[in-house]
C-alpha cells in the first residue's frame, strides 16, 4: 500500500481505512469491510468540495455555469478516469478481474478513497486531495461545457426531431443510496435509458446516449 500511498499523496494513520476503500462488495458483503459506506461519505466531499472550488474560480459566473461545470467535473466519467490516473484498477480487490475496468466501480472506489481519508484524518485533507487531483481539469476548461441535455436539446432541434422528453421509469437501491433510471425519447429514434445516483445524473447520461445516436445520423 505504501507505493499507491505515495500515488495518492497522501499517508494514512490507520492503513486498513484504504483497503477498505478498495475492496468491493463481490469480495465482502460486510459494510464494515468493503467501500460502499465510504463512497457514499466521499460522493459528498467530492461534490461539496468542486462546488466551493467552482464558486471561488468564476466569481462571476451564473449558476447555470457552474452547474454544469460541476455536473462534468463529478460525473462518472470524471471520477472513473481520474481513478485510473491514480492507478486505483491496479489495487481494487475484487473477486472477478474484469470488475477492474467496469466504470461504475472505478468511479466508486476513488470516491470511497476521498471518504477514506476524510476519516482518516479530516476534511481539509480530503479537500486537499480533490483540489490536487481535480485542479488541471478545471484549469483545461475554462469555458463552461454544454452538457449532453443542452446539446441534445439543440441538436434535435436542429433536425428537425422536436424536443426530447425523459421519463423515470425505475428505482433500484436504499434511500441512501438510490440508483434512478431514466428514458429519453426523441421523435422518429427509439428511447435511450440511462442511470445515475440521482435524477439530474441519470438524465444526462440518457441524454449523452441519444446524442451519439442523433450525430452518427
Known sequence: MENLEKILGYTYHNVNLLKQALTHSSVSADVDKNYERL?????????????????????????????QRHTALVCKETVAMIAKRLELDKYMIVANEEIRENENVLCDVCEAVIGSIYIDSDCDRAIEFVNVHWKDLIDKNMAPPKDAKTKLQELAHAKGHGVPVYKLVGREG????????ISVEVEGLAPEKGEGKNKKLAEQAAAAKMLKKLESL
Do not use: N
Not at 46 to 57: F, H, R
Not at 174 to 181: A, G, L, N, R, T
Open 174 to 181: 436504499s434511500e441512501h443510496e438510490p440508483i434512478f433510471y
Open 39 to 67: 463512497e457514499f461519505l466521499g460522493d459528498r466531499v467530492l461534490g461539496l468540495t468542486i462546488a466551493a472550488l467552482l464558486y471561488k474560480i468564476f466569481p462571476h459566473e451564473p449558476e447555470g455555469s457552474l452547474s
